[in-house]
């Protein structure tokens, strides 16, 4: 077993450096899970935990490209939209910076949730229901505002259309699996990924039944939709408790990598979600058992990961294992996982031949690629870290966690 050696200070004073001195070859984008809103989070995080001056200014230069491009967009471009990409995680990530107090600005951002409405109704003709890059993210951004009584009666309407949207049947209620290379649903198939799938609407429900008591209507659906993913679980002992996804009527049992997109620690945070507000022990003791499965998977080959993204690699299970850890009383076990997985990562980001930002992206097509971005690259991994020191956390709801 490998032993946690992680010096915080350095390793992230080292992802620091890099994204400063790179500063002018990493391509400024929109969205909050690219490079531009990574870089910023990851340096304002920094200077917070270590009073860093120049790393506060150069946050500052990152976030600049979110307020160019916020207005920049074509709502026939998803793309150009989206959370993970587009004008609305633009927009996500700004007001996150203002909320700490980081950064201010006016009304610039006022007309992004016509925007969000716009785009969940061209995206759900479609039966795009799909967080990162369709109508999830825009109810979600909608859901990380200030509550006013405009915002309300439109969530209500669009949740409305959501849950009259699902396919439901006596036992089950999920969201068909989208294509989105060839555009089209798949019927009878459940995706079972938080980043794409029906797991990632149970957080999207939750955030509305906590923000507005007038949403306490959607606790029947979270509890269906939790019961649905658990009638999914794999019935043989494949190394993990879920596949990737179902097709009704055709069961087969898969093992599934860890990591924050697709397998058992993606949907252990969606189920954890709906224990609480659902206040079901039951519950919770599924998800504890979920994460005490997943860390016992101690080695790259058994965790079926390539690099150190959030996304799907060693930082990002690091990062669930610690939240974990936080939601079952500091347990000791899982803490020790997230350091186990912390330290797999300091090998990782290391440079590698010519990547300089060293195995945090994986490409199954091109291998390991340079990447800043904060889903798969140095700035997120860097949040990761972070996050063994530094109280301030608000930056992972856009992964979908409490």
């Known amino acids: 077993m490998k032993t946690a050696t992680i010096d915080t200070s350095t390793i992230t004073g080292y992802i620091r450096d890099l994204i400063i001195d790179n500063r002018q070859f990493i391509s400024p984008d929109r969205g909050a899970l690219l490079n531009s809103a990574g870089c910023s989070l990851f340096l304002y995080h920094y200077a ?56 201010d600005f006016g009304n610039e951002l006022d007309h992004i949730d016509q925007v969000a409405v716009e785009f969940y109704n061209r995206m759900a003709a479609l039966g795009n229901y799909d967080y990162l890059h369709g109508a999830l993210g825009a109810l979600f951004y909608l859901l990380s ?38 555009n089209v649903v798949n019927n009878g198939i459940i995706n079972l990924g938080l980043s794409h799938g029906t797991p990632s609407l149970i957080p999207v429900l939750c955030k509305a039944v906590q923000y507005d008591t007038s949403f306490a209507y959607l606790l029947p659906s979270i509890e269906k939709l939790s019961n649905t993913i658990i009638a999914m679980k794999n019935r043989s002992n494949t190394g ?13 049992d898969f093992k599934t990598r860890l990591g924050w997109c697709y397998g ?29 499965r997943a860390s016992s998977r101690r080695s790259l080959e058994e965790g079926q990961v390539r690099d150190a993204a959030l996304c799907h690699g060693a930082a990002g299970i690091s990062h669930l294992f610690r939240e974990a850890a936080k939601w079952y009383q500091n347990d000791p076990g899982f803490s020790a996982t997230a350091d ?6 300091n090998d990782l980001i290391q440079p590698y031949q010519s990547v300089i930002t060293g195995r945090s992206k994986f490409h199954q097509e091109h ?36």
């Open 264 to 292: 058992d620690l993606g949907i252990a945070v969606s189920l954890y979600q709906a224990a609480e507000v659902l206040k079901s022990g039951s519950l919770k003791s599924h998800c504890y058992e979920i994460f005490e």
């Open 340 to 345: 186990y997985w912390l330290d797999i990562s």
């Open 367 to 402: 291998g390991f690629l340079n990447s800043f971005s904060l889903l798969e690259g140095l700035s997120g991994i860097g949040l990761a870290y972070l996050s063994k020191i530094h109280h301030s956390s608000n930056w992972q709801h856009i992964l979908l966690l409490p």
């Open 145 to 182: 505002a200030t509550k006013d009584a405009h915002r309300l009666k439109v969530l209500h309407s669009l949740l409305g259309h959501l849950l009259e949207n699902c396919n439901r049947t006596d036992e089950l209620l999920y969201l068909s699996d989208f294509d989105m290379q060839k």
């Open 48 to 103: 917070e935990a270590y009073e860093d001056d120049l790393a506060y200014d150069q946050a500052g230069l990152f976030s600049q490209p979110l307020f160019d491009g916020v207005r920049n967009y074509q709502l026939e471009a998803p793309g150009t939209v989206s959370i993970c990409s587009g004008v609305i995680g633009s927009a996500w990530a700004l007001r996150h910076l203002k909320q700490e107090g980081f950064i």
């Open 240 to 252: 993990s408790i879920y596949p990737y996804r179902s097709v009704l009527g055709q069961h087969a």
